[in-house]
């Protein structure tokens, strides 16, 4: 008996020893992330493959020059992202053509493509132009987070749109949250019926947000998804609920929408890189008032997700930094 306890204290010490190891490295790697001064903080360098001038790097502080950005985080996503581009210009040429006030950009976001992404997106630019088209080069991999992060910080459109390169959402469901941003605007902010026409009103400056759901197509999809997605989502949505708090049912579809003034507010202040940023635009959003609007989209599955068991203690690890950083107060949040 005496044998036993001894080997249930030793084991009980090495818990303990392992549970005080993971604790202070969360801490620590919370603390470094204090500031925004982990993330890439270099400005994008747009380079016309044509000419090959660069391009002058806007900011997310300038005023808008485009009604609308598209940003795509691209990690190998050779043989995935020119259907998904594809789509994405025939639906806004044919836009642009019905509605002269109309204006776009598409910005792609090579997060250390190992494959002929780069080669891919350059191939749009030289078709459709670097007004149109941009490409960020982001060198190493960092993160879809942090991908879709950079996008934002220098695109140029008064709504901003964020959208994966598989194409699982259709383009064209964007309209969705546009309409609804408008209406809420409208409504919220006492522009009624008049807002459309008053040159005073810029979508741009409202803050609000609209996420793309796929909530509604739980059922079928835990009958068709592979057992430890749905394991995965069942659990992650637990965690998200204890850590950003209840109001969205889909934090996770990559189809999100944001005016130019929230988009300032979040994207300056994320410091997730990875699977959990968008819990932290959701916490972000309730710290700044930020209406948030959830929208059923269309979305089917495409072969070649990159979600794996192996992700959960990723997103595991990034709610353990988000909850610690904020909650201490490590995390400071510019207004």
């Excluded at 949250?177 to 902010?189: G, M, R, S, T, W």
């Excluded at 793309?212 to 998804?225: D, F, N």
């Excluded at 850590?243 to 003034?261: E, Y």
């Amino acid at each position: 008996m005496g044998l036993l306890w001894t080997f249930v204290e030793v084991y009980a010490v090495l818990i303990l020893i392992a549970l005080f190891g993971l604790v202070s490295a969360i801490v620590s790697q919370a603390y470094r992330r204090r500031q925004n001064h982990t993330h890439i903080e270099a400005p994008a360098i747009f380079e016309d493959p044509t000419s090959l001038k660069q391009v002058p790097s806007p900011s997310i502080t300038d005023p808008a020059e485009k009604y609308i950005s598209l940003i795509i985080p691209a990690f190998n996503e050779e043989h995935r992202l020119p259907g998904a581009l594809v789509e994405t210009m025939n639906y806004l040429q044919l836009r642009a053509a019905k509605d002269k006030s109309f204006s776009y950009e598409v910005l792609i976001v090579d997060d250390g493509s190992a494959d002929g992404t780069k080669r891919v997106a350059f191939d749009f630019v030289k078709k459709y132009t670097v007004d149109s088209v941009r490409v960020v080069l982001l060198g190493r991999n960092h993160g879809k987070g942090e991908a879709i992060r950079k996008g934002m910080l220098h695109a140029r459109g008064e709504l901003l749109l964020m959208l994966d390169a598989d194409g699982a959402t259709k383009v064209n469901d964007l309209e969705k949250l546009e309409n609804q941003i408008h209406a809420v605007a409208k409504k919220d902010y006492h522009h009624g019926d008049s807002a459309a026409s008053d040159s005073r009103f810029r979508i741009s400056d409202i803050q609000i947000v609209a996420f793309g759901s796929r909530a509604h197509l739980e059922v079928k999809a835990l009958a068709t998804r592979k057992w430890y997605r749905n394991f995965l989502m069942k659990g992650f949505h637990l965690v998200v609920l204890l850590t950003a708090g209840p109001g969205i049912r889909d934090t996770q579809c990559g189809f999100k929408m944001f005016t130019r003034a929230a988009g300032r507010k979040l994207f300056t202040n994320m410091r997730l890189k990875r699977w959990c940023f968008d819990v932290e635009l959701v916490y972000l959003c309730k710290w700044f008032s930020i209406p948030v609007i959830e929208i059923s989209v269309n979305w089917s599955e495409i072969p070649g997700s990159k979600v794996n068991p192996l992700s959960i203690p990723n997103m595991l690890w990034e709610l353990a930094l988000m909850s610690v950083g904020y909650r201490t107060g490590m995390w400071k949040i510019s207004k």
